[in-house]
């Protein structure tokens, strides 16, 4: 934080007025390791090239992202003191392009009462007037969770690189009168206005095994008062984290701003589960008069809802970005390495390309896809079409740097009558990707890329379909087999699957992977299904690393086209 000794502009001024002077995403807690100095190794073929991370230490969620005077703002959970997590601020970074970043000073740290025991994840609101404010969850000296305001001191900087907090810190904070969990109250919201004029704000909490999104009005930011209700629950479903509830457009891929609301918009309530490590949302609609978020029919609470990513994916956080009209969605690609490594390597966690995100036709689910922004990091273009994939081939994807790259193909199935009959039982997808990987041979399928690959193929992650049959109609399964990512048996290695809802007998099959080093990030038909994997080969490597397309079914697949790229370094921090 910055010092409290300034000159206020009228904007804090306002705040003057009303005395201005785990908690987060749960972790595993090493008390003896949260201090141990980083010492990076000069061979570090795992660090990403245009994933953002920091040169060193541990990361977690993105925090209080938003566009400021045309520069885009990230502040992030870190520890600046060791790989693993522990001892956490607000550290911050900037860019004009959503793709390079240069970073600043912590712009939150312990400091207060409310915040002594750490500062914990939180968002950014535009305030009228075009004034950021920041509600972020802090520990107090009892380690309960408590919630505060921070604001810029020179609203003149685009940069924002000082920060000032609240003397009227904690806002909002348990009591006995409020039967709120004191351990389990963290991450408000971007704050959105009423019809009343009032701001709303939700806070992640639960109550024994239900999980709650507790609702807080304030008619000038400082000042709330808890309602009567929350704006949604579930039972049995455990803590919702870093809760997220923004509008979507009904038809159209534009963005809106966080408080509007009228029968040309649904809204998104997204939730990160303690308990599982996914992201899930539902699509409902709101009345912001009695404060009260309905999930439309079909849009379920539970382990089993729609996720943004099925694969290492927690933790995101949306913004309005009003320069391009458009919603963007950032998240933390949590590690698949052991604690040791990480510590040897010197950092863990990066984050993933920020999304554009929008409402599906169907009005079932949302559409996410790379922002525009990171093709300028598009060399060595490579394309064909048209080439017959027969059963059991493979076909190296030369001349791009297969380490470092961004692959765009799209399939097509001549005689889907062809296809295995799914069976009833068959409704975990993600269960089904692992009895059925990348070597178990079908009809239809297993066929897509074998991406971060060795030239004898003992290391490579398969990012496939396989397509099923079910009465009339054809099931789509998307998978990411992990199983032979790596030689080193200690990491994570756990296959990902979902199930693709699109209509193949009139679409092709899509798949879009951004390759980077330790990550592949799979979009899938045009966006609807997406997985991310976190894989660190021990023999594809750097120039080691080869890519691949293949189809293990029996059945021969079209590769209609393919455009592959290398993958330019970004400036990061």
Not at 84 to 110: C, F, M, Q, R
Not at 209 to 215: D, E, F, M
Not at 344 to 371: C, E, F, T, Y
Not at 397 to 424: G, R, W, Y
Request: net charge positive; with cysteine; aromatic share 10%.
């Amino acid at each position: 934080m910055a010092n409290s000794n300034i000159a206020f502009s009228l904007f804090f001024a306002f705040f003057v007025g009303h005395g201005i002077v785990e908690l987060q995403a749960s972790h595993h807690v090493y008390s003896h390791l949260q201090t141990v100095k980083s010492s990076v190794s000069a061979k570090q073929p795992y660090r990403t090239g245009y994933h953002f991370q920091p040169p060193k230490n541990w990361i977690n969620d993105p925090n209080g992202i938003m566009v400021y005077k045309g520069v885009y703002h990230l502040f992030y959970q870190y520890n600046p003191k060791g790989a693993v997590w522990g001892n956490i601020v607000w550290a911050h970074s900037t860019s004009k392009d959503l793709v390079n970043w240069t970073p600043h000073e912590a712009a939150i740290y312990p400091s207060q009462p409310s915040d002594i025991n750490g500062c914990w994840s939180g968002s950014a609101t535009i305030l009228p007037g075009g004034k950021p404010a920041i509600l972020y969850t802090g520990i107090d000296p009892l380690n309960r969770q408590v919630q505060n305001l921070a604001i810029p001191k020179n609203l003149s900087d685009p940069y924002l690189r000082e920060w000032i907090k609240s003397a009227k810190n904690p806002l909002m904070q348990p009591t006995a009168q409020n039967h709120i969990n004191a351990s389990s109250f963290r991450d408000p919201t971007t704050a959105w206005l009423g019809p009343d004029k009032q701001w709303r704000v939700i806070v992640g909490s639960k109550v024994n095994r239900q999980g709650l999104a507790i609702l807080f009005k304030s008619k000038d930011f400082v000042n709330w008062v808890q309602s009567k209700t929350p704006l949604d629950s579930a039972k049995n479903i455990g803590m919702w984290e870093c809760p997220d509830f923004f509008p979507v457009l009904v038809k159209g891929r534009n963005g809106v701003d966080t408080s509007i609301n009228g029968p040309y918009v649904k809204h998104v309530l997204k939730v990160s589960l303690d308990d599982t490590r996914h992201d899930i949302y539902t699509i409902g609609s709101y009345d912001n008069v009695k404060d009260v978020y309905t999930p439309d029919k079909g849009s379920i609470e539970s382990y089993s809802s729609v996720r943004y990513d099925y694969g290492k994916y927690y933790a995101s956080k949306t913004f309005f970005d009003n320069v391009k009209n458009r919603r963007i969605l950032m998240g933390w690609i949590n590690e698949s390495s052991s604690v040791a490594d990480d510590i040897k390597k010197g950092w863990s966690g990066v984050h993933a390309i920020p999304r554009k995100i929008w409402l599906d036709g169907s009005g079932k689910q949302l559409v996410q896809w790379p922002v525009p922004e990171i093709q300028k990091l598009r060399a060595n273009h490579v394309s064909f079409a048209n080439k017959t994939l027969r059963g059991g081939s493979v076909i190296e994807i030369s001349n791009v740097n297969a380490a470092q790259a961004d692959v765009d193909v799209s399939f097509e199935i001549a005689d889907l009558e062809k296809a295995e009959v799914l069976k009833p039982s068959w409704t975990n997808a993600q269960l089904l990707c692992s009895r059925k990987g990348a070597l178990v041979k079908g009809r239809l399928g297993p066929f897509g890329l074998l991406v971060l690959a060795s030239d004898d193929l003992k290391e490579n992650t398969a990012v496939f379909f396989r397509i099923f049959k079910r009465q009339n109609k054809h099931v789509v399964l998307i998978c990411s087999d992990q199983s032979r990512s790596s030689l080193n048996q200690d990491n994570d290695k756990t296959p990902y699957g979902a199930f693709l809802d699109v209509d193949i007998q009139h679409q092709k099959l899509s798949l879009r992977s951004l390759i980077d080093h330790s990550i592949v990030e799979s979009f899938c038909g045009g966006g609807k299904v997406c997985i991310t994997s976190r894989v660190y080969p021990t023999l594809a490597i750097n120039k080691a690393a080869h890519l691949y397309a293949f189809n293990n079914g029996t059945q021969a697949i079209k590769i209609s086209k393919l455009n592959a790229w290398s993958m330019k370094t970004a400036k990061i921090n």
